[in-house]
């Protein structure tokens, strides 16, 4: 089955505690992309790549890193999270951007204390 | 800051009636995207609209892509409450950027 799977799909934390939510998808799309969505301000992009080892900021980028070593794989890093970081995160991957149907994960809800 | 303007914001309406969504910006965009999201899942793509006055149709929802590629409406035709959900409009950029509108919340009684 075609489909983008992120982990955890919650995760309560505390302030400064490094933490990594996972993304992969399973069909050989070279776009990836991380969104938070908070009430009011719908979709806010993080980071996005166009493919492996391809990486750019999105709208919000700051207090989060990326990586893209694997087509598949494209891991959200919190070097050290934030109460303002407290989100719903979405991974997302298509083969265009914006062209083509962008397939979504199942969100990770995130709460930092 | 937010680039694309979505509205409005809330709606809610009476089964029956007839809607339209609004997403505007200043920017020029290469496509835009109509998605719809359940609550606690991710956003389900609706349409792509591509060429500057292009009209989509799927079933009662009507697309529209501005003339110059800088607004799009979404209009729903007899409202089902099976439209109830969370419908979001997204810009591409050619870089590879996506921006998304605010999002607008759709109740519709039966």
């Known amino acids: 089955e075609a489909q983008v799977t992120q982990n955890p799909r919650y995760l309560i934390t505390v302030t400064g505690k490094k933490l990594t939510v996972t993304c992969s998808q399973n069909?050989?799309?070279?776009?990836m992309s991380w969104y938070r969505q908070d009430p009011g301000l719908g979709l806010r992009q993080i980071y996005y790549?166009?493919?492996?080892?391809?990486?750019d900021k999105g709208d919000v980028p700051e207090g989060y890193k990326v990586s893209r070593k694997e087509k598949r794989n494209f891991p959200l890093i919190l070097e050290s999270p934030s109460p303002n970081q407290t989100s719903l995160y979405f991974c997302?991957?298509?083969?265009?951007?914006?062209?083509?149907?962008?397939?979504f994960g199942p969100g990770t809800r995130l709460t930092v204390t | 800051t937010q680039l694309l303007e979505q509205s409005p914001q809330f709606l809610s309406i009476q089964e029956g009636e007839n809607l339209t969504v609004y997403c505007n910006s200043s920017?020029?965009?290469?496509?835009l995207q109509w998605y719809r999201q359940e609550p606690g899942e991710g956003p389900v793509l609706l349409v792509t609209?591509?060429?500057?006055?292009e009209v989509k149709k799927l079933k009662r929802l009507t697309f529209q892509f501005g003339d110059a590629r800088k607004d799009s409406s979404l209009h729903i035709t007899a409202a089902q409450p099976g439209d109830t959900g969370l419908y979001l409009c997204?810009?591409?950029?050619?870089?590879?950027?996506?921006?998304f509108g605010q999002g607008t919340t759709l109740q519709v009684k039966p």
């Open positions: 997302a991957s298509s083969f265009w951007p914006g062209h083509e149907e962008q397939y």
């Open positions: 069909m050989n799309h070279e776009y």
């Open positions: 790549s166009m493919n492996v080892e391809v990486t």
């Open positions: 920017s020029v965009f290469s496509s």
């Open positions: 609209v591509v060429t500057g006055g």
């Open positions: 997204a810009g591409a950029r050619n870089t590879g950027k996506l921006i």
